[in-house]
């Protein structure tokens, strides 16, 4: 049985509703153009704060994806 071998990479997601929705923004964009997307973890949360108010959500998220030859 042969092993599999996985790229990480580093993603920034961005909503102005929640952090749920910039990281389903982040990996769903992703989707878009790279295939075998496996799994995406959620690295860091933050906001954007503008005059005072919270103006937009941002999920640093690693997605990973099947290395192919």
Known sequence: ?????YKIIELVGTSDTSWEEAAKTAVETAGETLK??????VTKLDMIITNGKVTAY????????KYQK
């Open 1 to 5: 049985m042969a092993g599999s071998t």
């Open 36 to 41: 075998d997307l496996r799994i995406a973890e």
């Open 58 to 65: 941002r999920a640093r998220v690693d997605v990973s994806f």
